[in-house]
């Protein structure tokens, strides 16, 4: 028949007696038969609808695509894609697709599909990485590490390990929580992987992340890839979820809300991934294949839970655009293991403040946080340092006072090897600057510090209490006791915490909430290795200066950066602070570098020796006697407060720099071979008769040095600006008596002169005044700048005390 009509009415009569693989053949011979296209294209659709052969639907689209154009052909890829039950087919019709599709959001969403299908499986690509056995392999290469590294001590870190003790004591927790928070160096992971290598039957030890530079981290690579790999697949298939349900984050760096999931052992049907690569590891089940909760609770080792040891549990910067954001990605971590009754140790720096102040603490309570046992240890529960005996005589050598056990084993070690690099740099306060620069530059291959850190470090306020982000970004300790401290090792290091359900947060037994504990660096005179590495050499910033540093810190204090708040809020008056600061790190730079790393430091470029700067001097006596007189007057000075100042011994290797916030008539005392007085004036204008009023009285006070009092050699007056005039240092010394040699500091560098005045009972040599004139517009000085009072004494809060004021030290 040539009638269409008669066609449809024998179509109808056939498909009514014909099935299966019978209606596709009459379905396509009608279509081959159809003269108008539309009616091919209709019967062709018709005929996809009842084969389930890919063969058979391949040959219909093959028809379809040679009757169709534009619109049409990518309707009927689409529907085909949709029909596609294997995934070969879907990737061909896909990427036929591709070829056919407008717009560039459409082609980006068919390549996503493309890509999405020719990707392995999730327990394809876990099988892969267990496949070279990373347990064994990380096995070995500890093995091979604590050989190389520990030598003899093995024993000592094993007998000292308070894993041991903590899940000794806390056997009948169905689970358990430990927290280890210390700062790098502090020995955490020698810990986890000593522990480790001893239960590998019952433990698993990986970072969290997947590669730091690190010998010891690089041991358990394989293992730290496999596991976060399972980490990556579980949140996948959360964020899918997600997708499905629509609450995908709006804004690029918005967090995924992973924190609302629910996890209920005893009934959550769930399979994870995680769980799965555990109970292989652990030889409680043959495959890499996802299991569940349910089934994770069963498991035991001659009746011990499972061990998890989470090293580097450090959330990455909370500026971070992934979608689910370090602090979620290890809360997710602990919730998971917790709730498969799996003990969970992290080796973390500010983890503890990271999990707890930024999740719901209701939010957790409602997930059975409460029933977890949780517990807190930081460095006073780590092994004692103990060194060899080569790194122990090289320390007491420069440190005899000190207590080499209580050191941080890392920069201890680091810094003796510098030392013993450095035997050839003649003097020990040389040589212990120069050591503490390698140190530095061998702790910046391994660890990223905070530039504000580094300069809090040399604040004063450095022995007052700190955030706990200075776990991470620097050395400092954390503090959990409010008296005195246990001893090292004993069971009370070890810290219990608790859900109070009244305020809804984490506390220590002593009622400290989690999220308020702080943090303070030991005192240079217990932990001077601390400050000679953190000095760098007297450059911690290479070439960037602490002026710079200092106006970051006020940049980044109002975002609410805890270091630059650290740094900033015990700033205090923000030139005498500065100053100090920078007169601390030019002591620890090599003594021909003295004036070019104090100009750096003022943002003055300025890189003439001290040798260069002091050639303008005719007398060759008098140029040495004061390069001498330099170089003992700094001496690797580091911050101290008066009630510490008996304790400071540091065996000619160091000085110290106090703040005496004009208490003594000053703003701050060196005391190192020889000592020198600081006085800061910032004041928007300066007459010459304030000056010289100035000058006349600090150049006359007296300090105490080596137990005798007497006229210091150094003074060193800070100015935000200088009277107008072509040598207004030089006029106000009119009022003063003695030989000088001026150093004075300003935008164009170094100007040394020598001055002499006569005048009875004064010193036979000449003393030096250094002057350093920052700026009156230089940033943030001038915010804070006032006009001098009309009045000695008497003076403006923000600049304290005058130091000629006749006020008590009390007042």
């Known amino acids: 028949t040539s009638s269409s009509r008669e066609r449809a009415g024998i179509l109808y009569r056939q498909l009514t007696l014909a099935d299966g693989k019978e209606r596709v053949e009459i379905l396509q011979r009608h279509a081959d038969l159809a003269e108008d296209k539309a009616e091919k294209l209709e019967l062709y659709g018709r005929a996809l609808e009842h084969t389930s052969s890919s063969r058979e639907r391949a040959g219909i689209l093959s028809r379809q695509l040679k009757l169709a154009d534009g619109t049409e052909r990518v309707e009927i890829l689409q529907r085909h894609a949709d029909l596609a039950e294997d995934k070969a087919e879907k990737i061909e019709v896909f990427r036929k697709l591709l070829s056919c599709v407008e717009g560039d959001d459409n082609r980006l969403r068919i390549q996503e599909e493309i890509q999405k299908l020719t990707k392995p499986s999730a327990t394809a690509v876990l099988q892969q990485l267990v496949s070279p056995k990373p347990m064994e392999a990380a096995e070995d290469a500890l093995l091979h590490f604590f050989e190389n590294e520990l030598k003899n001590n093995r024993q000592h870190l094993t007998d000292h390990n308070p894993i041991d003790k903590i899940l000794g004591r806390q056997r009948e927790q169905e689970s358990l929580l430990v927290m280890i928070e210390a700062c790098s160096g502090s020995g955490k992971s020698l810990c986890a992987a000593d522990y480790f290598l001893r239960n590998k039957h019952r433990a698993v030890y990986f970072l969290f992340g997947y590669q730091q530079n690190l010998p010891i981290y690089n041991a358990v690579q394989p293992l730290t890839n496999v596991m976060n790999r399972a980490i990556d697949f579980d949140i996948a298939l959360h964020h899918v979820k997600a997708v499905h349900e629509c609450q995908l984050p709006t804004k690029v760096g918005e967090q995924l809300d992973i924190m609302k999931l629910e996890l209920l052992s005893d009934h959550d049907p769930r399979e994870w991934h995680l769980l799965g690569i555990i109970g292989f590891l652990l030889e409680q089940q043959e495959t890499v294949q996802p299991t569940t909760l349910a089934a994770a609770c069963k498991w035991e080792w001659k009746g011990e839970k499972p061990v998890v040891l989470l090293d580097e549990a450090i959330p990455p910067d909370p500026k971070s655009t992934r979608i689910v954001a370090g602090a979620a990605r290890l809360v997710f971590i602990r919730r998971l293991l917790t709730a498969a009754r799996i003990h969970l140790i992290t080796l973390g720096t500010n983890a503890l403040i990271m999990t707890y102040d930024t999740i719901s603490q209701a939010s957790d309570a409602s997930r059975g946080l409460k029933h977890v046992g949780m517990v807190c240890i930081s460095h006073l529960a780590l092994p004692p340092f103990k060194p060899s005996r080569k790194v122990q005589d090289e320390l007491e050598r420069h440190f005899p006072h000190v207590k080499v056990a209580e050191l941080n084993p890392w920069l201890a070690k680091l810094l003796a090897e510098a030392l013993e690099n450095m035997r050839a740099t003649r003097g020990p306060a040389n040589r212990l600057r120069m050591a503490?620069?390698?140190?530095?530059?061998r702790v910046r291959e391994c660890k990223?510090?905070?530039?504000?850190?580094?300069?809090?470090?040399?604040?004063?306020?450095?022995?007052?209490?700190l955030s706990q982000a200075q776990l991470s970004q620097s050395f400092a300790r954390l503090n959990l006791w409010n008296a005195s401290l246990p001893e090292r090792g004993s069971e009370g290091t070890h810290i219990t915490l608790r859900y109070d359900e009244t305020e809804e947060v984490i506390v220590t037994q002593e009622g400290k909430i989690v999220k308020h504990l702080k943090t303070s660096f030991l005192p240079p005179w217990d932990d001077p290795v601390a400050f000679a590495v953190c000095?760098?050499?007297?450059?911690?910033?290479?070439q960037k200066s602490a002026l710079s540093v200092l106006q970051d810190i006020c940049e980044e204090a109002h975002a609410h950066d805890p270091t630059a708040l650290d740094a900033f809020k015990r700033d205090?008056?923000?030139?005498?602070?500065?100053?100090?600061?920078?007169?601390?790190?030019?002591?620890?730079?090599e003594p021909e570098s003295l004036l070019s790393t104090l100009a750096l430091h003022v943002g003055i470029p300025d890189n003439r020796s001290v040798d260069v700067v002091l050639g303008s001097l005719k007398e060759a006596g008098l140029k040495n006697r004061t390069a001498k007189m330099l170089m003992v007057a700094f001496r690797n000075l580091v911050p101290i407060l008066k009630q510490h100042e008996p304790n400071a011994t540091f065996s000619g290797v160091m000085g110290y720099l106090r703040r005496t916030k004009d208490s003594e008539r000053c703003d701050a005392k060196a005391n190192a071979l020889s000592g020198f007085l600081v006085e800061c004036k910032n004041w928007k204008s300066f007459p010459l008769s304030k000056l010289q009023e100035v000058l006349k009285l600090l150049t006359t006070r007296k300090m105490i040095v080596n137990r005798k009092e007497q006229l210091p050699p150094i003074v060193v007056l800070a100015v935000s600006c200088l009277p107008p005039g072509s040598s207004p240092i030089v006029d106000a010394l009119d009022s003063c008596t003695g030989k000088w040699v001026v150093l004075h500091l300003s935008a164009p560098g170094w100007i040394c002169s020598h001055v002499a005045r006569t005048g009875s009972g004064i010193p036979e040599e000449a003393r030096t005044l250094i002057v350093i004139e920052v700026g009156s517009a230089t940033r943030p000085f001038n915010a804070f700048g006032i006009e001098p009072p009309e009045e000695l004494p008497g003076q403006d809060e923000a600049d304290d005390y005058s130091p000629f004021s006749e006020s008590t030290e009390d007042e």
């Open 572 to 589: 205090g008056n923000k030139l005498e602070s500065f100053i100090a600061v920078i007169l601390e790190l030019a002591s620890w730079s």
């Open 448 to 465: 990223t510090l905070s530039e504000y850190s580094l300069y809090a470090v040399f604040q004063s306020a450095t022995l007052s209490e």
């Open 436 to 441: 503490g620069k390698q140190a530095l530059e």
């Open 535 to 542: 000095a760098g050499g007297g450059r911690p910033w290479g």
